[in-house]
């Protein structure tokens, strides 16, 4: 471990962002089971039940999810900070194995897109503030948005473990 992060001194920000994002979801994170793997573990059914007390179900965590990784492609492509296109909570419809399917097909092909994305950002511009009009929002650079974001799905990946065990799913 210690040799792991004495290389990390010689990496460049994108190296390291592109490390950790691939840890989070295929790799062999520190806090124990990447995303992929996490999702792998469950029905299309389970993805669809509908927790108590008005929680979010996966099926909708998976899309908020996506959605959120499609709005950090944007801003690293320096599209000014806005809800994703998609949507902050995309409704999932009716439970369908075959859309299921294919959103995680989806979000592994646009986490692929994303670490192309920084792979290709300039290394100069990752202490910049990102594009953002909008009112009362803190500054924010580059780099953190995408340790940001690191940090969102592994909450949302925390949230989807939990509601497997507690669904059986």
Not at 57 to 73: F, G, P, Q, R, Y
Not at 81 to 99: F, Q, V
């Amino acid at each position: 471990m210690v040799q792991t992060k004495f290389l990390d001194l010689f990496m460049s920000i994108s190296q390291n962002l592109q490390q950790e994002l691939e840890k989070t979801f295929s790799g062999q994170p520190w806090y124990g089971t990447p995303i992929y793997d996490i999702l792998a573990k469950l029905t299309f059914e389970t993805a669809y039940e509908k927790p108590g007390g008005g929680a979010h179900n996966i099926a909708e965590i998976m899309l908020h999810m996506l959605s959120w990784t499609e709005e950090v492609i944007d801003r690293l492509n320096e599209k000014p900070a806005s809800l994703p296109l998609s949507g902050n909570w995309p409704h999932p419809g009716e439970p369908d194995e075959t859309k299921w399917k294919t959103w995680i097909d989806d979000l592994k092909l646009v986490n692929v897109n994303l670490v192309k994305t920084i792979q290709d950002f300039p290394e100069e511009h990752w202490q910049e503030p990102i594009i953002d009009e909008r009112e009362n929002e803190p500054a924010t650079t580059y780099e953190e948005l995408v340790y940001g974001f690191i940090q969102h799905q592994i909450y949302h990946a925390g949230q989807i473990a939990l509601l497997i065990r507690i669904l059986g799913g």
